[in-house]
């Protein structure tokens, strides 16, 4: 069974720049999150789908975007890049949702995006 | 959401046992306690989950006392290998997972 991909594992762009990373969840899992992990704010939490609606989201600010597609494909899409949005992007996928927090969440590998 | 707190780093050496103990003080009577570890420039994996009492699998195992304020997660017999970054959640799977600081284990030969 394939894990979680993520595409591209590298990127560098340009400050003013948009980028757009994608996340193909394991099959069959309908939630998506999305992590921005630096090494001086460690592992924070951007956004959750789940059946192509945004369940919650983090503090960032409105720059940073995504979507989830009819297949449970998610797409995050940050505007006006920063140096500081420089950053290893995890997306994460759970088969559903649960208050409880009793669901695994499997984790890609990760986009290391660079700013340049 | 509760915050979890847990030691920046260990160390240890090959062959011994690890336990991190993590503290959930406003732990909520829903939440699950969830451990994740992580290497350098992969994703977290899952280590194992619990509720109360004691949770055993091929890996490790957990410790959650009656008043669920604190998990101990203990690693039996570290190895080199082992060496990675650990974190204890007290939600996850949905609604704005919480990520702590986590702790560096650093296991030594």
């Known amino acids: 069974k394939a894990g979680v991909t993520q595409t591209p594992r590298y990127l560098i762009k340009t400050r003013g720049q948009q980028v757009t990373l994608s996340c193909s969840p394991i099959s069959g899992h309908r939630s998506v999150s999305w992590y921005q992990q630096t090494p001086g704010q460690g592992l924070q939490f951007l956004f959750e789908y789940f059946s192509e609606t945004q369940r919650n989201k983090g503090n960032f600010p409105g720059r940073f975007s995504g979507r989830q597609f009819s297949n449970s494909r998610s797409e995050m899409n940050v505007s006006t890049l920063e140096l500081g949005d420089s950053a290893l992007y995890l997306c994460?996928?759970?088969?559903?949702?649960?208050?409880?927090?009793?669901?695994?969440?499997?984790f890609g590998q990760g986009t290391r995006l660079t700013v340049v | 959401l509760a915050k979890t707190t847990q030691p920046i780093s260990m160390d240890s050496y090959e062959g011994q046992e690890v336990n991190i103990t993590c503290s959930h003080n406003?732990?909520?009577?829903?939440?699950?306690i969830t451990w994740y570890q992580q290497f350098p420039s992969q994703g977290p994996r899952f280590i194992i989950q619990g509720y109360k009492t004691k949770v055993t699998n091929e890996v490790a195992s957990l410790f959650i006392p009656a008043d669920r304020k604190s998990s101990t997660l203990s690693l039996p017999r570290v190895s080199l290998s082992d060496t990675a970054v650990y974190y204890c959640?007290?939600?996850?799977?949905?609604?704005?997972?919480?990520f702590g600081a986590g702790t560096r284990l650093f296991v030594k030969a």
């Open positions: 959640l007290a939600h996850t799977g949905g609604f704005k997972t919480i």
């Open positions: 406003n732990i909520a009577t829903n939440d699950y």
């Open positions: 994460a996928s759970s088969l559903v949702v649960s208050a409880k927090g009793d669901t695994e969440a499997f």
